[in-house]
């Protein structure tokens, strides 16, 4: 028996000595001091001893087992000490290393300029408005005095909802012209920002879009007022040095409607470069196309129930983006949805 005792005692100081980490250590441990281990079972066995040997072997049996112990806890002190330094070595951290700098996103220059529309023609007494995207006929067209059978209906321009009788995505902002006025007495004056929708897609046009749409009804307003406002807001918007022009045009829920045009900011209006080449961007006109406008057709009034005969007023509506490339001489409407970062960060 004592001989059985003394060869465990060297065998598990040997694996003890080789225990490659802490958890073969414990492993070890278990199945020879473990309940179920094998040193535990030969102190179960002395039982069948007699008294003398009892002793003697149990004292030998017991001074074992407190050697092992000790070894095991030594062994476990060594690893603990080679974790830490280990952590010393791999978690390091070199504080005077120069940091990394989390990237910085920017409001999208749609969104921007919104913002400032809003802000200068709010500094004209203007409102913000908005009415939704996804529209009824009524709303955008029929109350706008466009005829069942104007273009602007037609299948190829608008989007009509699956399904869903006379339901459009607005194919334009002056939706919200006939919202605002069916919910509000004169006078009235709204700035109506937003997106809109027609089935076009090149470099100047894409199936989204956003317009801006103004609406002023009071008592004797006049073209004049319609000119001053817009040359006061689109010099402050585009260009300080910008000039207008109007040309007689047609549209159903106007009368008279104009066509507004502003002076080229790529040639100053002369239509000519600096080296007597013909514009590129106005083509020699020395004007560009920015928008509609108007005054407030009679049956638009009725239909939202205001009198013709006590108010009238006028409205305009812009392509935003067009403004947006004229400002800036972007020359592909595309470069706003591309999400193109070379692009997006020149406007942060
Ligand atoms: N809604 C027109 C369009 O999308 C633009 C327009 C023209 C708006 C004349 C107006 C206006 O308010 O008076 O083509």
């Not at 060297?10 to 040193?39: F, P």
């Not at 003697?56 to 087992?65: D, L, P």
């Not at 939706?175 to 897609?201: C, F, H, L």
């Not at 600096?274 to 006109?285: A, E, H, I, L, S």
């Amino acid at each position: 028996m004592k001989q059985k005792l003394q060869s465990l005692l060297e065998t598990t100081l040997k694996s003890i000595s080789v225990a490659k980490n802490e958890k073969v250590l414990s492993d070890l441990e278990t199945t020879i001091l473990g309940r179920k281990g094998e040193l535990t079972k030969i102190l179960r066995s002395l039982s069948a001893l007699s008294v003398e040997e009892k002793k003697e072997v149990g004292k030998f049996a017991n001074e074992i087992k407190v050697e092992l112990k000790n070894k095991f806890e030594l062994q476990r002190q060594v690893f603990e000490a080679e974790k830490f330094s280990n952590i010393a070595e791999e978690e390091w951290l070199d504080i005077t290393f120069p940091g990394i700098k989390p990237e910085e996103g920017s409001r999208h220059p749609i969104s921007r300029f919104i913002d400032e529309v809003e802000d200068v023609f709010g500094k004209m007494g203007f409102t913000f408005a908005d009415g939704p995207e996804i529209e009824d006929d009524w709303h955008n067209f029929t109350a706008l005095n466009i005829p069942p059978d104007h273009p602007a209906r037609d299948m190829q321009d608008t989007f009509w909802v699956k399904d869903m009788e006379k339901i459009v995505l607005r194919t334009q902002t002056s939706d919200v012209q006939i919202r605002y006025m069916e919910n509000s007495k004169p006078p009235i004056r709204i700035i109506a920002p937003g997106k809109t929708y027609r089935k076009d897609s090149d470099a100047t046009h894409s199936p989204m879009f956003h317009q801006y749409e103004g609406l002023m009804i009071d008592r004797d307003t006049s073209l004049a007022n319609l000119k001053a406002v817009l040359l006061e807001a689109l010099r402050q918007l585009i260009a300080p040095d910008l000039n207008l022009r109007f040309r007689l045009s047609y549209f159903p829920f106007t009368e008279p409607s104009i066509e507004v045009d502003c002076s080229c900011v790529n040639c100053g209006g002369s239509g000519e470069m600096p080296d007597g080449k013909n514009c590129r961007v106005c083509k020699r006109t020395g004007w560009l196309e920015i928008g509609g406008a108007g005054m407030v057709h009679p049956n638009v009034l009725k239909n939202v129930g205001i009198d013709p005969e006590e108010y009238n007023g006028f409205a305009f509506g812009f392509g935003l983006e067009r403004q947006i490339m004229i400002k800036y001489k972007i020359d592909d409407l595309r470069l706003f949805f591309e999400n193109d970062l070379r692009f997006l960060r020149q406007f942060a």
